[in-house]
């Protein structure tokens, strides 16, 4: 089968996984016809392949151009890590216009001619060609990538139900009410105890699983939803992420929702950060991305 990787906007982080796969990477270029992956080989043109796997969200021009390529000339596309499922890291520059993003990074009287002219609003890979299979995570993690892999290599392409990170979570619940909200920065989280119930900000509940769920496990770092959306927060109308998050913190804190909701100084980072440019969520009402989203151009 002819492999492809393409990236698109993106920091290569998913690329690296690629790496990771060790001695899996020989077996895989062995037995495969790995032909394009840019961090690995030499070859600047996207070639017609089997399977391709696409790294990175849609953020100009060149990105666009690529992307409709790789439709043209693959039989099956995937989309590889959280910026090409759901916009990542990335779509938090949504909450800036295209202009304002330039006029930040590079000041006036940078000369952009022949640059790829930036999109407006970052959306993820699906919002412009049909994509086959998703595998989110930022970056997807190394053994679901590779029994992604094995599975798509032998003809199927699997796809996951996806329950939330706290299914994998093995931590036990602690006496209520705790103070908070907490930041990690003013304290170190107790390990083993469930962390949102001890006032941290955790996304858990309403990310994908998969991961293993080793941060809160294991490390005592509260989930930041590097795995995207649940399938329960995609598919099922009425769940707003920031509400759902704010009333499970407000009864963990006995506070009143609206003290936690001032509480978070910055909400579209605390509850969007992979997903704040996903048109799932933005169609929500009330929360979802919705107010982020109208205020474009508006934070500086
Ligand atoms: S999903 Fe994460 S690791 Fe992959 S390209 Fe985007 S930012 Fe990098
Ligand atoms: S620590 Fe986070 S992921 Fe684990 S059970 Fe609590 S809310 Fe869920």
């Known amino acids: ?10 920091c290569l982080g998913c690329q690296m996984v690629f790496l990771s796969l060790e001695e899996y990477l020989f077996t895989l270029i062995n037995e495969n016809n790995v032909i394009h992956a840019p961090f690995i080989m030499d070859s600047k043109e996207q ?8 790294e990175g969200a849609v953020r100009n021009g060149d990105d666009y ?30 909450t800036f ?26 959306l993820p890979l699906d919002s412009y060609i049909g994509v086959d299979a998703y ?9 679901l990538f590779r029994t992604f ?16 990170v706290c299914s994998e979570c093995d931590v036990s619940g602690i006496p209520l009410p705790q103070p908070g909200p907490r930041r990690t920065t003013a304290g170190a989280p107790q390990a083993g105890k469930c962390l949102l119930e001890q006032g941290y900000l955790c996304m858990g509940p309403l990310t994908r699983d998969g991961c293993g769920a080793n941060c809160v496990s294991e490390l005592a770092i509260p989930c930041s939803g590097c795995r995207g959306p649940s399938n329960d927060v995609l598919c099922r109308g009425a769940v707003d992420p920031q509400g759902e998050t704010i009333r499970r913190l407000a009864r ?28 799932l969520l933005r169609r929500r009402r009330p929360g979802g991305t919705a107010p982020y989203m109208y205020r474009l151009g508006e934070r500086e």
Do not use: W
């Not at 930022?138 to 053994?143: A, F, I, K, T």
């Open 47 to 54: 070639p017609e392949a089997e399977l391709v796997l696409v």
């Open 65 to 94: 151009r690529k992307a409709k390529a790789v439709r043209e000339k693959a039989e099956r596309v995937v989309a590889m890590g959280t910026c090409a499922c759901h916009g990542g890291v990335q779509g938090l520059a949504n």
């Open 252 to 279: 963990a804190t006995g506070k009143n929702p609206r003290e936690v909701q001032e509480a978070i100084a910055d909400p579209a980072h605390a509850f969007f950060r992979y997903c704040l440019a996903e048109p």
């Open 1 to 10: 089968m002819r492999v492809a990787i393409v990236s698109l906007s993106s």
């Open 97 to 122: 216009s295209a202009e304002r993003l330039m006029r930040r990074r590079y000041e006036a009287g940078a000369s952009f001619d022949g640059e790829p002219q930036l999109i407006d609003r970052l």
């Open 135 to 143: 595998l989110p995570g930022c970056p997807p993690p190394l053994g």
């Open 149 to 164: 892999l094995e599975f798509a290599l032998a003809g199927t392409l699997p796809s996951r139900e996806g329950s939330s």
